[in-house]
T-cell receptor
């Protein structure tokens, strides 16, 4: 079973920041938080991951709370091409448990 | 670097047949994992291979099997196909199975009639 809880769907206006929350209250100390997205039943695309500290790359920022029980993925300037299902996953090894994810729709 | 490649991309089979799907990992990646994605169950882990050995297995019947070759390429096999096996089968590779990021291929869409 997935160890994360995400909203089923969210909308975001094009050009605005998209903030996608994830709850992972049972996360263990050695488990990372990973974010992937999937567009039109293509293979999931890796976005970002983190353990304790906030992380940023060219695609997004990941904010992890101090108690590590929740996190937020931030797409700073959402475009129409960011419309996808976003998965938050906690993992220690390679058997990643995907939940249902959040369907993000970016609107013009 | 080329990404993960999967062949074939689309496949149609009938109930009772068997099927073999192939996955070529990113060059230098030695770990390959397989996932099944269906509308009802979402993305589910099938198994993981590293150095030609199955390290981890999900909760699937024995009809689902796999193997990895010395060049890290992997195949998965489904025998005695059932209608419920219709799904997108995804392969992901990583350099090391422990904590390295997995990168997914485009998937093979299997339809069982």
């Amino acid at each position: 079973d997935a160890k994360t809880t995400q909203p089923t769907s969210m909308d975001c206006a094009e050009g605005r920041a998209a903030n996608l929350p994830c709850n992972h209250s049972t996360i263990s100390g050695n488990e990372y938080v990973y974010w992937y997205r999937q567009i039109h039943s293509q293979g999931p695309q890796y976005i970002i991951h983190g353990l304790k500290n906030n992380e940023t790359n060219e695609m997004a920022s990941l904010i992890i709370t101090e108690d590590r029980k929740s996190s937020t993925l931030i797409l700073p300037h959402a475009t129409l091409r960011d419309t996808a299902v976003y998965y938050c996953i906690v993992r220690a090894y390679n058997d990643m448990r995907f939940g249902a994810g959040t369907r993000l729709t970016v609107k013009p | 670097k080329a990404g993960v490649t999967q062949t074939p991309r689309y496949l149609i089979k009938t109930r009772g047949q068997q099927v073999t799907l192939s996955c070529s990992p990113i060059s230098g990646h030695r770990s390959v994992s397989w996932y099944q994605q269906t509308p009802g169950q979402g993305l589910q882990f099938l198994f993981e291979y590293f150095s030609e050995t199955q390290r981890n297995k999900g909760n699937f019947p024995g009809r689902f099997s796999g193997r990895q070759f010395s060049n890290s390429r992997s195949e998965m096999n489904v025998s005695t196909l059932e209608l419920g096996d219709s799904a997108l089968y995804l392969c992901a590779s990583s350099p090391d199975p422990s904590t390295d990021t997995q990168y997914f291929g485009p998937g093979t869409r299997l339809t069982v009639l």
